[in-house]
């Protein structure tokens, strides 16, 4: 099972300031890497998908980069509606997983 | 607009059992591979399982083999998840995705005694 993880857990930032979200993969899934957001009493919304394709109407504020097994979500000027927990997915081979997720809140 | 709903969560006890089902609409259902994926209260997202277009492949995570089931009716539009042997780990939300876009807004599952 490949293993992804987050980091870091929490960040804590001030709308307007870029944050920067790390995945990192136990084995190379090549491009095969998702990115969410996740709010409280909603479904998660897909963000990214193969690693850096932003997915219909999401905002270009939202980037994802990497391949192999370090990959980057950032998002360049933070909204207050942004502030949510971020989670990266593999769909490289079964079992598909998650990371831990990335809590994102106001400072 | 594409719809994913699902139902048939609830109380059960250990060991009991609960079918869920997802019902899907705005989309062509049969050409699609389906998803199951939970959160269990305060943890982070777990995928459960995965169905083929057909219904002739399936796949589950290791801790729920042997125990759950999952199928779909293409007539329906409707995808399913069996829950058998329940256990208080098995508590979660639920979801039935169509990968990776569309999610429903999921189903609460608590095993408890």
């Known amino acids: 099972e490949i293993v992804l993880t987050q980091s870091p857990a929490t960040l804590s930032l001030s709308p307007g300031e870029r944050a920067t979200l790390s995945c990192r993969a136990s084995?190379?899934?090549?491009?095969?890497l998702v990115w969410y957001q996740h709010k409280a009493g909603q479904a998660p919304r897909l963000l990214i998908d193969?690693?850096?394709d932003r997915a219909t109407g999401v905002p270009a504020r939202f980037s994802g980069s990497g391949s192999g097994t370090d990959f980057t979500l950032t998002i360049s000027s933070l909204e207050p509606d942004d502030f949510a927990v971020y989670y990266c997915?593999?769909?490289?081979?079964?079992?598909?997983?998650f990371g831990q997720g990335t809590k994102l809140e106001i400072k | 607009e594409v719809q994913l709903v699902e139902s048939g969560g609830g109380l059960v006890q250990i060991g009991g059992s609960l079918r869920l089902s997802c019902s899907a609409s705005?989309?062509?259902?049969?050409?699609?591979?389906m998803h199951w994926v939970r959160q269990a209260p305060g943890k982070g997202l777990e995928y459960v399982s995965a169905?083929?277009?057909?219904?002739?492949?399936?796949l589950y995570t290791d801790s729920v083999k042997g125990r759950f089931t999952v199928s779909r009716d293409n007539s329906q539009n409707t995808l399913y998840l069996q829950l058998s042997s329940l256990r208080p780990e098995d508590t979660a939300v639920y979801y039935c995705?169509?990968?990776?876009?569309?999610w429903g807004q999921g189903t609460l599952v608590t095993v408890s005694s």
């Open positions: 995705v169509r990968p990776y876009l569309y």
């Open positions: 705005g989309i062509t259902f049969s050409n699609y591979v």
């Open positions: 169905i083929s277009t057909n219904g002739g492949s399936t």
């Open positions: 084995q190379g899934v090549g491009s095969a």
């Open positions: 193969g690693a850096s």
């Open positions: 997915q593999h769909r490289s081979s079964w079992p598909y997983t």
